[in-house]
């Protein structure tokens, strides 16, 4: 019998303590960071829902393999585990470890790169972009439309646009595109899986025009779990299984292990090809270490190893999707609007729609964010205009092409009750909505300015 409550299919063996705050300590904690949540310290904060990134909870399996860490300098044993497992999953032949995901994006990017080059992605994460753009090279964003149609329900709006790939390929030359980056699944585009079938036309066109194709995998175990259930001809499949033909498709992969990797810290650079990953080794022991750890120490590999076999499990996957679909499911029956259907990863909420007396220069994601934090405690952040608004050469904005907020949701970390909190704290917004004003920056960086920049209310 299939019941309708989705346990969470651990049990907690080791709290750690939330710092309840009150209405009044808030708006001090928020001025003093400036409007800007990631200025905010975390026990200032009592749901944090920041990123799914590196905030899991390890098992006590992964626990147990922190201590078997082999710390040497070269070929731990750690290493070979972590080698294998990826080796396995990916059947990619050169696997390097690197401390983070964008650790690996700078070694293959800044190789790959340089002015002169495009690369190409259904979207770029901000990190990814960042490490493009950094070389020279420009980062070109090709979803398909119904990606960028918040409210349309679609099985795959995280896929590529099939068209525009082959038109530009053609318009830049092959020769100047340095690599098609396929992200599974779209974290700036909503958390929405890419289906099968596009990766595989994805790798026609590629193989078509001798252009490398990438995979940022970070999430590919939530979008195997979207393939199994929304893609004929792979129901029969497990979840590992789907994620290597995927893989297969590929002439390489990245991928940031804070998120599928079920870890607080790791990633790893996977290539087909001698050449690249003789160049990009170069790189590696310059800047991460030597081959056989990368920036991470024994342990993170044994738990990486462990994590990568863990993230497959069915019944984890199922209270994984389930659970952040059924936020999603109650913010949309208040009449919130979000990102349809619901992402893997995250719950993506429309802010401008949500506050649509908020102009973009006055930037309503940051606003819903900085709103959140004062009504709950609950950090989320902004992916719109603050993260990806540029300036014309009058120092006018062009905004993004959405303005959103997302609420990651940690790997096994918060249970339902937590969940029920923030749905509660959604039903005081409602009540604000109509009377809230926006926030203007009075301070940025060059890049990544979400990071540091510090805001002001507008009026
Ligand atoms: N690619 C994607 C799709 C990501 O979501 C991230 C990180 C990275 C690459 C970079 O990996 O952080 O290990 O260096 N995303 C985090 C997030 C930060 O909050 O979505 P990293």
Redesign the pocket.
């Known amino acids: 019998m299939e019941f309708k409550t989705i346990i969470e299919p651990f049990k907690i063996k080791m709290v750690e303590p939330i710092k309840m705050t009150t209405h009044e300590a808030r708006k001090a904690f928020l001025e003093q960071a400036h409007y800007n949540p990631f200025l905010l310290k975390s026990e200032q904060v009592m749901i944090d829902l ?5 905030t899991s909870a390890m098992s006590s399996n992964q626990w147990a393999g922190i201590m078997m860490g082999d710390e040497s300098y070269a070929g731990a044993k750690s290493w070979e585990r972590m080698d294998v497992a990826i080796h396995s999953l990916t059947g990619l032949e050169y696997v390097f470890p690197t401390h ?4 690996a ?1 700078r070694i293959l990017y800044s190789y790959l790169g340089g002015k002169g080059k495009t690369f190409i992605s259904n979207t770029h ?4 972009r960042a490490n493009i753009e950094f070389s020279g090279a420009e980062a070109i964003d090709i979803p398909i439309a119904e990606g960028l149609n918040p409210s349309l329900i679609h099985p795959f709006k995280g896929n590529m646009d099939l068209q525009k790939l082959e038109n530009l390929i053609k318009q830049k030359g092959a020769k100047n595109i340095a690599g098609v980056i396929l ?1 599974v699944t ?3 585009g909503g958390g929405q899986p890419v289906s099968m079938d596009n990766a595989k036309s994805i790798s026609r066109i590629c193989k078509k025009y001798k252009v490398r194709f990438f995979l ?1 995998c ?2 590919i175990a939530e979008n195997s779990y979207f393939i199994k259930h929304r893609e004929r001809g792979f129901e029969k499949y497990t979840y590992k299984e789907i994620a290597q033909e995927m893989f297969s498709l590929t002439d390489g992969a ?1 991928m ?4 599928d990797g079920l870890v607080n810290m790791g ?1 790893f650079l996977a290539l087909k090809n001698k050449e690249l990953a003789d160049a990009c080794k170069n790189l590696l022991i310059i800047t991460e270490g030597f081959t056989t750890y990368g920036g991470l120490s024994g342990r993170d590999m044994e738990a990486i190893a462990i994590g990568l076999e863990e993230v497959f499990d069915a019944n984890y996957l199922h209270y994984r999707i389930r659970s952040t679909a059924y936020l999603g499911e109650k913010l949309t029956k208040m009449g919130i609007p979000l990102i349809m259907p619901i992402g893997g990863h995250a719950v993506y909420i429309d802010a401008k729609t949500f506050y649509p007396q908020i102009p973009v220069n006055q930037y309503p994601g940051q606003t819903l964010v900085c709103e959140l934090y004062l009504a709950g405690g609950i950090r989320s ?1 902004e992916i719109g205009s603050v993260m990806f608004g540029k300036y014309d050469k009058k120092g006018v904005l062009i905004p993004a092409s959405m303005e959103l907020v ?1 609420l ?1 949701i940690p790997r096994r970390v918060y249970t339902q009750s937590h969940i029920e909190y923030v749905i509660e704290v959604f039903e005081k917004l409602l009540e604000n909505r109509k009377y809230t004003k926006g926030y203007k920056i009075i301070e940025e960086p060059e890049f990544l300015r979400h990071f540091t920049a510090h805001f002001m209310p507008a009026s």
């Open positions: 920041l990123t799914d990134s590196g983070q995901g964008r650790a994006e994460f901000d990190t990814t992200t779209n974290n700036s940022d970070c999430r990245i940031s292990a804070k998120k990633g952040v997302r990651a």
